[in-house]
C-alpha cells in the first residue's frame, strides 16, 4: 500500500507530494476514548484525564497568561504530567495511557510520571497514533478486537 501524500495545486504535474502531518493529538484522544466506549472489555473501567489543553483567559499584570479553569484545577490538586487514559481492569490493577502526536517528547513532569509508575509496577505506555493506542489496549486485554476481512 502506498503512503498518502499531500499534493499542491501550484506546483508542476511531477511531484512527490508531502507527507501531511499526524492527526491533531485531539482527535486521536477522541478516536480511542470512542473505542474503549464501544469496544472496553467487560469489567474494565477507564476515563480521560483532559488536563493538558490550552485554555483560555487572560494576561496578569506581568503578561503572564492565566487561565482561570486551569488556576481551578491546580487549586483542586490536578497534577502535572499525569497521563491521558487511566484503565482498571477487573482485578483492580491500574494502567496508564499517554498519548503524543508524532515525534513530540515527554515532558519532565510525564518522564517523572512514567518512571514513578514503573518502579511501582504499574503498566505505562506511550502511543503516538491510534493503531498504537488500540495494540497497547488491547494487549493489555482492555479492549475486544476483531479483526474482518
Known amino acids: 500500500m502506498t503512503e498518502a501524500r499531500q499534493l499542491s495545486l501550484f506546483k508542476g504535474r511531477r511531484q512527490r507530494g508531502v507527507k501531511p502531518p499526524p492527526p491533531p ?8 476514548a470512542d473505542a474503549l ?3 472496553c472489555s467487560p469489567g474494565w473501567l477507564w476515563t480521560h484525564f483532559p488536563a493538558g489543553e490550552e485554555r483560555p483567559g487572560f494576561k496578569d499584570k506581568k503578561g503572564r497568561r ?3 479553569s486551569a488556576s481551578r484545577l491546580k487549586r483542586m490538586g490536578l497534577k502535572r504530567g499525569w497521563s491521558d487514559f487511566l484503565l482498571i481492569d477487573p482485578a483492580g490493577r491500574h494502567y496508564w495511557l499517554e498519548l503524543k502526536r508524532g515525534r513530540a517528547g515527554l515532558t519532565e ?5 512514567r518512571d514513578a509508575c514503573w518502579a511501582r509496577d504499574v ?18 486485554g482492555a ?5 474482518s476481512a
Do not use: C, N
Open 123 to 140: 503498566p505505562w505506555a506511550l502511543a503516538r497514533s491510534f493503531d498504537e493506542a488500540i495494540a497497547q489496549l488491547a494487549s493489555w
Open 25 to 32: 493529538e485531539f482527535k486521536t484522544h477522541v478516536a480511542v
Open 37 to 39: 466506549r464501544h469496544g
Open 109 to 113: 513532569d510525564q518522564e517523572a510520571f
Open 66 to 68: 492565566v487561565s482561570p
Open 143 to 147: 479492549v475486544r478486537v476483531k479483526v
